[in-house]
């Protein structure tokens, strides 16, 4: 065979091979769901939310799945996740059969992470209301507010210092969750217009539930907080910690630098303007009959 046709012969198999699989990166160290079903008010935050905690999973080396299908929470499904969030879900989101899944998820060691209106859901359900730590009770306008942080070593607040000043829509709680969680931040009600709870006001709490984690956080109202690279560090904390991957005490009570936190300075009760650039406010949804 002449050399020129033998080049060709080699030249036409080497096109035939199969082509080379690209380098993969490392496997995520685990997987996060992100649940944002709504059965009442909805958020057009919700969008920006889910775009925020799978930019935090690229960086952070987790995997994200996004759904508002309820299906998915069966017992096989939920254990391939170490973190599920519920991002601004309200109302009743899940049957009884669902309920049961999630809840095995949870006393099996899951973590959960609840996101403003986290506390709007689930009404009847007491389980739920033990593990997210309060229900709402209602909020001003958005507005600007200073929030007291009173731990300052936990994952999800350790790069604020001892006050953090930002624009939300202020949720007001039916309890306090103090006696049963670990608070992390508590407003200063003498900075905005609207509060109801006094000198003690939780927004973002965490606690150890029936065998697995909870964190909560208030903030997550406008589009722009998912923006915020504060508030993406808090919500990165707040979802690591639930993974189990970052330490953090959350022993119930105020968080260790409570005492030593100085009050915020002192503006007259409600002296802070609302923005009233927010969306129309939800109304309280009232507690469904017990299932």
């Excluded at 909805?42 to 930019?55: L, N, Y």
Aim: net charge neutral; aromatic share 10%; hydrophobic share 40%.
């Amino acid at each position: 065979m002449r050399p020129v046709v033998v080049l060709a012969v080699l030249v036409a198999l080497a096109g035939c091979a199969p082509a080379a699989a690209p380098a993969s990166g490392p496997a995520p160290a685990y997987r996060v769901l992100v649940f944002s079903r709504t059965a009442g008010f909805r958020h057009d935050s919700i969008p920006a939310g889910i775009r925020a905690v799978r930019d935090l999973g690229t960086a952070g080396g987790f995997a994200v799945d996004a759904t508002e299908d309820a299906r998915r929470f069966t017992a096989a499904n939920l254990a391939r996740y170490r973190v599920v969030v519920f991002l601004s879900t309200t109302g009743d989101v899940l049957d009884a059969r669902q309920q049961d899944a999630f809840e095995g998820w949870i006393r099996a060691g899951g973590g959960f992470v609840g996101v403003h209106s986290a506390t709007d859901t689930e009404y009847g359900w007491p389980f739920y209301g033990e593990l997210v730590g309060a229900y709402f009770a209602g909020h001003p306008a958005v507005q600007p507010a200073t929030i007291r942080v009173e731990d300052r070593t936990h994952p999800s607040t350790a790069h604020l210092g001892t006050t953090w000043t930002r624009t939300d829509e202020w949720y007001n709680f039916r309890t306090d969750p103090r006696a049963t969680a670990h608070v992390l931040l508590a407003l200063d009600e003498a900075s905005y217009r609207g509060g109801t709870m006094g000198t003690d006001h939780p927004v973002a709490w965490c606690k150890r539930y029936a065998g697995g984690r909870s964190f909560y956080t208030a903030g997550g109202h406008p589009v722009e907080a998912y923006a915020e690279p504060a508030f993406r560090a808090h919500l990165l904390g707040g979802i690591r910690w639930a993974a189990g991957v970052a330490p953090g005490s959350c022993d119930a009570g105020g968080g260790p630098t409570l005492r030593a936190t100085p009050p915020v300075g002192a503006a007259p009760a409600g002296a802070g303007p609302a923005n009233g650039t927010g969306p129309a406010a939800e109304p309280a949804s009232p507690p469904p009959p017990s299932r």
